[in-house]
């Protein structure tokens, strides 16, 4: 079955813009949507023409398979990506997203955490006080 026929519309709802920013290479893959740097092995400069297609084609996953997706973007985009390298590609944002919201909320628990040990601290509750020789005598 040939997807070249395929006709996935354009979202209706996709008039959002976004400001890409180049990567910093931490692994042997390129990911889908970026270029290596001609003057620097270790820069990936985005390609923006295909991060704005990954985010239609995120949109048509509501509504279409992983394999029709990935055969559109790969006949739209500069490059090609199958199935499974554009499930993985959403699962790794959709986790890196999940990780900041766990990060965040536990930077506010450290907060609440150290503004009541401060607290503690103020009033001497748990620290040793010695106990005045007058106070023993009487």
Do not use: T
């Not at 290596?36 to 991060?51: F, G, K, M, R, S």
């Amino acid at each position: 079955m040939s997807n070249k026929h395929l006709k996935i519309p354009a979202p209706s709802c996709y008039n959002e813009e976004y400001e890409y920013f180049p990567l910093v290479r931490v692994g042997r893959i390129i990911p889908f949507g970026y270029e290596q740097d001609p003057d620097d092995p270790d820069i990936l400069l985005p390609i923006v023409e295909d991060l704005e297609l990954l985010e239609q084609a995120k949109e048509h996953l509501k509504q279409y398979s992983l394999r029709d997706v990935s055969a559109w973007l790969s006949e739209n985009a500069s490059r090609s990506i199958s199935h499974m390298g554009l499930k993985n590609r959403i699962e790794i944002e959709q986790r890196k997203y999940r990780e900041g919201i766990i990060q965040r909320q536990l930077i506010e628990q450290l907060k609440k955490a150290i503004h009541k040990a401060e607290k503690i601290e103020k009033s001497y509750l748990g620290k040793r006080r010695k106990i005045s020789s007058e106070s023993q005598d009487a």
